[in-house]
């Protein structure tokens, strides 16, 4: 309980893919090559938001 009240809130699954496209669009990523570097913008977007394990993820499917 205690730890979970300095978590910051998880971002949502919607909010999440929003973030993760736009960086795709502005990184003109095209291929899973391109997955690190959008991994690495993201983290630093969502500020502990989220979960890299997610991040990758949805990352890896947008990127398919």
């Known amino acids: 309980k205690i730890v979970t009240e300095f978590l910051p809130e998880p971002m949502?699954?919607?909010?999440?893919?929003?973030?993760i496209k736009n960086t795709i669009n502005?990184?003109?990523a095209t291929s899973i090559k391109d997955m690190g570097k959008i991994i690495?913008?993201?983290i630093s977007i969502t500020?502990?938001?989220?979960?890299?394990?997610?991040?990758?993820?949805?990352?890896?499917?947008?990127?398919?």
């Open 12 to 19: 949502n699954q919607e909010e999440l893919e929003n973030i």
């Open 26 to 28: 502005d990184t003109n």
């Open 40 to 42: 690495s913008k993201v």
């Open 47 to 64: 500020n502990g938001r989220a979960d890299g394990a997610r991040i990758s993820q949805i990352v890896k499917e947008q990127l398919s």
